[in-house]
């Protein structure tokens, strides 16, 4: 999130930032709702895709 305003991305970052920051805290916030892994599984998934879909936005960002 620290990209955004201190100039090292811009505005297509931030938003990604910030909405999958979002998602990345509602499933983290879940796991201590269930007593199953399942929400630690689901965690899991999201964090790869977390990382894949921010790193795009940083590119995209770049290329807009």
Request: proline fraction near 3%; charge should be positive.
């Amino acid at each position: 999130l620290l990209l955004g305003p201190f100039g090292g991305a811009g505005r297509v970052y931030l938003v990604a930032a910030v909405l999958l920051g979002a998602g990345f805290i509602h499933l983290a916030l879940a796991i201590g709702r269930e007593d199953s892994a399942r929400p630690a599984v689901r965690l899991f998934g999201y964090s790869i895709a977390y990382l894949a879909l921010l790193l795009t936005a940083m590119v995209v960002d770049r290329i807009v």
